[in-house]
């Protein structure tokens, strides 16, 4: 399976951005894809992941109800809609595919096949 993501920009504080992860290959109905970030000088993080099928949905704790993830099956595509955005959120935004379904929020260790990143600036 092949992700590319999409989306990113220079963005002020408090503004939004939706990010998306096209996949190629594969069905969604059939994997889960994650949201992962990595800020300058830090290790990656999971930011959000949603089971094959637009099913289970999890997020990580600094998101505190701003991003979203969403599935569009049609277009085998994976959003992330950002709001509330502050300049700790700059980072690459990556997406990632697995063939596992998770019952909590995974970590980048459980994904096989990677985009290539967006970055993602938030100016104060």
């Known amino acids: 399976v092949q992700l590319a993501e999409s989306g990113g920009g220079l963005v002020q504080a408090g503004g939004s951005l939706r990010l998306a992860c096209a996949v190629s290959?594969?069905?969604?109905?059939?994997?889960?894809i994650g949201w992962f970030r990595q800020a300058p000088g830090k290790g990656r993080e999971t930011v959000s992941c949603?089971?094959?099928?637009?099913?289970?949905?999890y997020y990580g704790d600094f998101v505190k109800g701003r991003f979203t993830i969403a599935s569009d099956i049609t277009k085998n595509t994976v959003y992330l809609q950002m709001n509330s955005l502050n300049p700790e959120d700059t980072a690459v935004y990556f997406c990632?595919?697995?063939?596992?379904?998770?019952?909590?929020?995974?970590?980048?260790?459980?994904?096989?096949?990677w985009g290539q990143g967006t970055q993602v600036t938030v100016s104060s």
């Open positions: 990632a595919a697995t063939g596992w379904k998770f019952v909590k929020l995974p970590g980048p260790g459980d994904f096989d096949s």
């Open positions: 290959g594969g069905d969604l109905y059939d994997y889960s």
């Open positions: 949603v089971n094959g099928g637009d099913s289970e949905k």
